[in-house]
């Protein structure tokens, strides 16, 4: 079994981690049914059978957008964040790793050629949907986790 790792400030969940490793049988929510990204891990041997499906229309009420980042390639070294803006910590993302950024802020760094794919909530509010400040440079970085 692989992990999933989570990031917290005291008891607010920041990030979930899902490393490139972690495996399960069936279908494996990671998310909590009220978040706004629902992230699964799903293993069904050959010729499994999902049902043909249709979503519902069903409204949702967003306020706080959450995204996902899958890492096809490099190293991505993630900084930690905060609401208020105050540094945590940091970790490094490798090929195949998958990131759940749930709340507080967060920068990153290439530390290797990096391509990765990011899902979240739209429509996109341009300016309005994020505010930047001035984060940590690569000599700050504290790493309480996995690197």
Same mark, same amino acid.
């Given at each position: 079994?692989?992990?999933?790792? &989570?990031?917290?400030?005291?008891?607010?969940?920041?990030?979930?981690?899902? +490393? *490139?490793?972690?495996?399960?049988?069936?279908?494996? #929510? !990671?998310?909590?049914? @009220?978040?706004?990204?629902?992230?699964?891990?799903?293993?069904?041997?050959? %010729?499994?059978? !999902?049902?043909?499906?249709?979503? *519902?229309?069903?409204? +949702? *009420?967003?306020?706080?957008?959450? &995204?996902?980042?899958?890492?096809?390639? %490099?190293?991505? +070294?993630?900084?930690?964040?905060?609401?208020? /803006?105050?540094?945590?910590?940091?970790?490094?993302?490798?090929?195949?790793?998958?990131?759940?950024?749930?709340? %507080?802020?967060?920068?990153?760094?290439?530390?290797? &050629?990096? &391509?990765? !794919?990011?899902?979240?909530?739209?429509?996109?509010?341009?300016?309005?949907?994020?505010?930047? #400040?001035?984060?940590?440079?690569?000599? /700050? @970085?504290?790493?309480? %986790?996995?690197?």
């Amino acid at each position: 079994m692989g992990q999933v790792e &989570e990031v917290k400030k005291k008891n607010k969940l920041l990030a979930m981690i899902i +490393r *490139n490793d972690y495996t399960c049988d069936g279908v494996d #929510f !990671i998310t909590p049914n @009220a978040y706004s990204q629902q992230v699964a891990y799903m293993h069904h041997p050959a %010729g499994k059978v !999902i049902d043909a499906h249709v979503h *519902n229309l069903v409204h +949702r *009420n967003v306020v706080m957008t959450q &995204e996902v980042l899958f890492l096809k390639k %490099g190293i991505l +070294r993630v900084d930690f964040y905060d609401e208020y /803006e105050d540094y945590l910590e940091s970790r490094d993302l490798h090929a195949g790793d998958v990131i759940l950024l749930v709340s %507080g802020g967060h920068g990153f760094q290439a530390l290797e &050629e990096v &391509e990765m !794919i990011e899902v979240k909530q739209g429509p996109y509010a341009g300016d309005e949907d994020k505010k930047r #400040f001035n984060g940590i440079d690569g000599t /700050e @970085a504290v790493y309480k %986790g996995d690197r």
